[in-house]
Every structure is written in C-alpha cells, then in structure tokens.
C-alpha cells in the first residue's frame, strides 16, 4: 500500500484499498461483533446466549413462470448530468433458480444495476423485459425510506398484504415478524423507534410475503447479526427462484453461489457489466493477484 501511496493517485489508492477489503471478506469484522446484538445498537431486549435467540428466515416456494423472466437487452444508461458515470452494453437475465453475485468496485454502478433489473431505473439504451406475471421480492441497503415510520410492523404488513390466512390477520402478521427474529414487544412499536436491524426483519417479512420468484438484494447483512445472516443464507440456499446479490459479505456470496452450475458472477467495472468466466472463489484469487501487482507497482 505504501508503493500505491507513492505513485497513485487518490482515486487508485482509494480502489486498491476498496478491492483488497473486499478481497478479505467481513469475517473478521463479523467475529468481533456479539452474535446476538444488532450491530447498530445495544438493544435491550438482545439475547445474551446464542442458544436463547431462535430466528428462521423462509422464502416461500414460488409458482413456476415460463422463461424469460427478467432481461436486460443491449441496455444502456446514465444519469442526467452526470457525464462521470454511464453503463453500457448490458446484456444479462435472470430466470428460476439462477444465482447471481453482481461485485465491482465502490461506486461502479453495482445499485444502479440492480435498479435497472427491478424496473426502477429506465434504460437510456437498449432494453428491459419483465415477465408479465413476475413478482420481484427487493431488499435495498435504503431500505427505510420504504417503511411508513409512524405504523407499527403488523399496521404497516396487513397494509402491504391484507389478505392473510387464519382467524386472527394480526396473529398470522405477528407470526411472520417472529419468524424473522422481532421480537413480541416490538410488533405493536411504531417502526420510527426500532433499530435499524428490527427494520430489516420487518422488511424480510415483507418480502416474505409478497411471495416473490426472483430475490433483489443490496447488502442486505448490512444491519444483521451473525446468526441472521447464517439464517438468511439458509434461506437463499432453499428457496428455488432467481437470487440477485450485491454484497460486499464474501462469505454470504460464496453460500449463494456454492452451486457453479448455476451461479453467475457479474463485473460492474469502467461502465460495462461483464460475466466472470469462473467461479467466485476463483475471482476472489484473481483480485488478490491483482491487488498485489498494483501494491507492488
């Protein structure tokens, strides 16, 4: 690092530093956290033995959809006035069962694509094609602009997904939250006052209920704690629709696309989005290379 100190520039020391944290995954960081407690803040509620706190994150099994499902043909895009950023040539779908880990460097349009996918971006380019009957279950690392602060989880759920099951729909809702490691006390809170990781699981739960083929996930380990990302690969692995991941969890990408046959790595860099032709861990290896080379420059 001393050598790309000395002969890079900002912008290049700042990429070295991005790849190489990258490179080493958040393992680590994750070991010296408390497994039990949201790593934005000391709840009280926080179990303090692993064995106390039970959280099962599941995915329903989706309907089947005639491929394609979801397309991007030849797409092109960029921000208005932004003469620094621009994609193109991107040419990439998602289908049942597919896998995809979308990495790159920090600020190399990795959200940009993922809200290219969803529909929330239109292309300046080329193309988008959605199956007419896709649902599309979406975790964004902005997440709380989504929620309704002054409801409380159950008000804010049967808003979002009235028609639940059983003779209780608040019972059915609460059920769901608890499922996804909220606890009891806090399903009748205004959402304003949870912390950032009780947000999260009412956004899971949300998810959860939309029934969704295909997963769009944006850090979504941003704001859980061990065990929930433990049960949220968990979860990745059964469910049987499409999984879109940006992450900067390495172990949490390297769950998701143990299965090579059907995982797909992307590469958003220098405004094209490119398949890796190997393996995540074999990307992990080449980007080390890499880093040491520029290092060693």
């Known amino acids: 690092m001393k050598a790309a100190k000395r002969s890079g520039s900002k912008a290049q020391q ?10 080493a995954g958040k393992d680590a960081k994750s070991k010296g956290k408390s497994k039990a407690v949201e790593e934005d803040d000391n709840v009280p509620d926080a179990p303090r033995k692993w ?17 394609p499902l979801l397309q991007l043909i030849d797409v092109g895009f960029s921000y208005p006035g932004r003469a620094d950023f621009g994609l193109k040539g991107i040419d990439v779908g998602v289908d049942m069962g597919t896998r995809v880990a979308i990495v790159g460097p920090n600020g190399a349009g990795k959200s940009t694509l993922l809200n290219l996918l969803a529909g929330d971006l239109k292309p300046t380019e080329g193309r988008s094609h959605q199956s007419q009957k896709l649902r599309v279950g979406r975790y964004s690392q902005h997440f709380v602009d989504l929620l309704t602060m002054d409801e409380t989880p159950v008000q804010y759920l049967l808003r979002l997904h009235p028609d639940q099951e059983g003779p209780s729909k608040q019972e059915a809702v609460r059920a769901k ?12 809170t205004p959402i304003v006052k949870l912390s950032g990781g009780q947000k999260a699981r009412v956004v899971f739960t949300s998810i959860n209920m939309s029934r969704p083929h295909i997963l769009l996930l944006d850090e979504p380990t941003n704001h859980l704690d061990m065990q929930s990302i433990d049960a949220l690969a968990d979860a990745l692995d059964e469910f049987t629709g499409g999984v879109v991941l940006v992450s900067h969890d390495a172990r949490l990408i390297s769950r998701v696309c143990e299965d090579e046959e059907r995982s797909e790595i992307w590469v958003v860099e220098d405004g094209t989005v490119r398949k890796y032709p190997g393996s995540f861990d074999e990307y ?4 080390i290379k890499e880093i040491v080379a520029e290092v060693d420059e």
């Open 14 to 23: 700042d990429k070295v530093k991005d790849r190489a944290k990258f490179a």
């Open 51 to 67: 064995r106390d706190y039970m959280v099962e994150f599941h995915f329903p099994e989706p309907t089947e959809l005639t491929p």
């Open 177 to 188: 939250l608890g499922k996804f490691g909220l606890p009891s006390h806090n399903h009748l």
């Open 284 to 287: 992990k290896t080449e980007l």
